[in-house]
Every structure is written in C-alpha cells, then in structure tokens.
C-alpha cells in the first residue's frame, strides 16, 4: 500500500509539489509564529524572575512596561511615606543605537549603585571585577552576554553619548534578558547623559512579601499618577498578553495551513477522477471498499506529511532569522511540543482533505469504473 502511495503521488509531480508547498507554508507559519510567542513567553517569565517579590511602580498610562513614563523625585518621596517599604529603587533604562527589526546595541540600566543586588538579584555574583559601589562615576558592569559579543572585560570602555565608562565587573549569567544584555551605570551618569531627572520605573521591595498587595494599593492611593504592580498581577497581565500573542500568530497560521488542506483534497479528488478506471480493476480484482479508502488516505497522508516536515524545518528557519535580525531583542523558541503540533496538524489536514475523496473513490462501482474514459 506504502509502495503504491507513493509511486501515484508522484504520478503527477507539479500538482503534488504545489500541494506540498501549500502544507509547507502553511505550518512553516505556525512553527515559526508559534516560536515567537513561546520566546515572548519564556522572556515574561525570566522578567517574572526579576520582578519576584518587588512591586512595579510606573506613571500611569505609560504602558505595560512602563517605557514611556517620567517618574520623578517627587514620586519617590510619595512612596516613603507609606510603611512597610525595605527598600525603593529608581530605574532608568537607555537603548544605544536602536534600529527597527535589529534592536539595540545594548541597553543601559541607571540605578543608585549601593542598590544593585536589589535589581540583578542578592544572589548573583559577579563573574568577574565588582559591583558599583557608592560614589562611582564613569564605571560600569556588565552583563555576561554583553560581555560575551563584545568581547570586553574588566579594565575595558564602553562609550555611552560620546562619553566612556570604564567596565569594572561582569555580572555573572543570570538568563535574564533585561541583565544579561545590559550595562549598568550609575543613575546620576546615565540622567546626565540623557539630560533629565526623571526615570521610567520605581521597584518598591516590602520588608514582608505578605504586603506586597496592600503597599501597592496604598501607593495608588497616595497619588492619582502612579500605577503600582505587583508579581502576582504582572503575572496575570503577562500571561494575558502572550496568550493573546499566541492566538493571534497561530490563528495566522492555522488559516494558511487550512488553505493547504483545501489544496489536499482538491489534488485527491482530481488523483480519484483520473483514476477511476485503475480503481474499478483494483475492485474487480478483490480490493474492498476499506482497502480503496485507506490507499488513498495513505496518499494524502503522505503528501500532508511531507509538508509538514518541510514546514517545521521552515518554521525554524524563520525563528532563527527573527533572532538576528531583532539583534537578541526577540528570542524565538522551538519547542518539541510545537514541533508535535506542526506535524499533528499537517497529518490532520491530510486526513480531512483526503476522507472526501477516498469515500468517494471507496463507493465507485467496478462497472461503472470500468468503463470510464
């Protein structure tokens, strides 16, 4: 059965090659798109890491990430009013050299030096050199990815604004995005730089985790301006947005997969009329109905198959193209399961494109097949 399959779907080799170019592009499109919501999806859950047991104080109206907010001194002087607060950290972030599709060079993170282990984390180290430290001017550390690209280590420069900043540490992998990419410099050097005093984002870290609600809301409370986020809503809001991601970019996928499928029956109606005659000697000979109907699901089977092969493998090609070309900034991610669901869905469509016409092919009358033209 595989043996004849195989020889009749290459009976007519532009028709089949144009049906598995349909499956091809079609699930080469839920690979690849899929692979981008599933790198947004693990770079959210990397920036959950960060964020745990901090809360996430932004201008209102300045967006999910707070990108476009200028918080201020004053906004800081709000928040300690309110009890419970360890600790507030003031974030200023820079992209150097930012293009569209290729990202940013790098990105630069201001923070008041003796308050570094509150962003990167009490128990990351440093790789090489040390952390800033209280009164430092000009010097920065890095991240071990930044480091890794440029080649650079302790005692080299890095030149922000046509001003150099000597690197004095290297912070050790974290798999982090936000850290590992980044340089850190002190908050003072980068407002300079940017000629403002404001910053985008105040993490506020409670002196008791069980708090973090009740300071947040207190925080929004205390001003009509700031919005105050913690973990367990960044989290809620994140996955409501990758989720949303996901469909929409599987939706894409799935109609263009469907259009393939269409394509597959329409190759297996015309395969079926072509062979009436051959069908009707297969019937007069001894093959049953089922035989007839599993011969031709096989063929559609084995053209949605091979599709979906070449789909996955297009799929990852694309995520790896939208890697470079985002300069790291999007990371799409491949996993086994959307692999599974690529040629799950290819088979799929075989199946349901072929059952029509290998029903039809199934019911056929020798006699009448016979004497077909």
């Given at each position: 059965?595989?043996?004849?399959?195989?020889?009749?779907?290459?009976?007519?080799?532009?028709?089949?090659?144009?049906?598995?170019?349909?499956?091809?592009?079609?699930?080469?499109?839920?690979?690849?798109?899929?692979?981008?919501?599933?790198?947004i999806n693990e770079a959210v859950q990397s920036g959950l890491q960060l964020t745990a047991g901090k809360i996430i104080v932004t201008e209102k109206g300045s967006g999910f990430f707070g990108f476009t907010g200028e918080l201020t001194d004053e906004d800081v002087e709000v928040i300690k009013e309110i009890g419970g607060i360890k600790e507030i950290l003031p974030v200023l972030s820079?992209?150097?050299?930012?293009?569209?599709?290729?990202?940013?060079?790098?990105?630069?993170?201001?923070?008041?030096?003796?308050?570094?282990?509150?962003?990167?984390?009490?128990?990351?180290?440093?790789?090489?050199?040390?952390?800033?430290?209280?009164?430092?001017?000009?010097?920065?550390?890095?991240?071990?990815?930044?480091?890794?690209?440029?080649?650079?280590?302790?005692?080299?420069?890095?030149?922000?604004?046509?001003?150099?900043?000597?690197?004095?540490?290297?912070?050790?992998?974290?798999?982090?995005?936000?850290?590992?990419?980044?340089?850190?410099?002190s908050l003072q050097d980068l407002q300079n730089l940017l000629d403002t005093d404001s910053f985008q984002i105040i993490y506020v870290i409670p002196n008791d985790v069980k708090d973090t609600e009740k300071i947040a809301e207190e925080i929004e409370d205390s001003s009509d301006r700031l919005d105050a986020v913690t973990t367990k809503e960044f989290a809620r809001q994140a996955s409501?947005?990758?989720?949303?991601?996901?469909?929409?970019?599987?939706?894409?996928?799935?109609?263009?997969?469907?259009?393939?499928?269409?394509?597959?029956?329409?190759?297996?109606?015309?395969?079926?009329?072509?062979?009436?005659?051959?069908?009707?000697?297969?019937?007069?000979?001894?093959?049953?109905?089922?035989?007839?109907?599993?011969?031709?699901?096989?063929?559609?089977?084995?053209?949605?198959?091979?599709?979906?092969?070449?789909?996955?493998?297009?799929?990852?090609?694309?995520?790896?193209?939208?890697?470079?070309?985002?300069?790291?900034?999007?990371?799409?991610?491949?996993?086994?399961?959307?692999?599974?669901?690529?040629?799950?869905?290819?088979?799929?469509?075989?199946?349901?494109?072929?059952?029509?016409?290998?029903?039809?092919?199934?019911?056929?009358?020798?006699?009448?097949?016979?004497?077909?033209?």
């Open positions: 059965m595989w043996d004849i399959a195989f020889k009749n779907v290459m009976r007519n080799k532009t028709r089949t090659f144009l049906t598995v170019l349909g499956i091809l592009i079609g699930i080469g499109a839920i690979v690849g798109l899929g692979s981008i919501a599933e790198g820079y992209a150097e050299n930012l293009q569209l599709m290729k990202g940013a060079e790098c990105y630069v993170i201001g923070i008041e030096p003796g308050k570094i282990e509150y962003f990167v984390g009490e128990s990351i180290g440093m790789d090489d050199g040390r952390k800033l430290e209280e009164g430092d001017a000009d010097v920065a550390i890095i991240g071990k990815d930044t480091a890794d690209k440029y080649n650079l280590g302790v005692g080299d420069t890095w030149t922000i604004k046509d001003r150099d900043f000597e690197i004095v540490g290297v912070i050790e992998k974290t798999n982090t995005p936000d850290i590992d990419s980044s340089i850190v410099v409501q947005l990758v989720e949303k991601i996901r469909f929409f970019t599987v939706g894409i996928g799935a109609v263009a997969a469907v259009v393939g499928g269409l394509g597959v029956m329409n190759t297996m109606i015309m395969a079926v009329m072509e062979r009436r005659r051959e069908i009707g000697v297969m019937k007069a000979i001894g093959a049953t109905n089922t035989m007839i109907l599993k011969q031709i699901l096989t063929e559609s089977g084995v053209i949605s198959l091979v599709g979906g092969v070449g789909g996955v493998v297009l799929g990852i090609a694309v995520s790896i193209i939208i890697g470079k070309f985002a300069g790291g900034t999007i990371q799409a991610v491949v996993t086994p399961w959307l692999v599974f669901e690529g040629l799950g869905f290819a088979l799929l469509l075989g199946l349901f494109g072929g059952y029509y016409p290998a029903r039809k092919a199934s019911k056929l009358d020798p006699v009448e097949a016979l004497r077909y033209e």
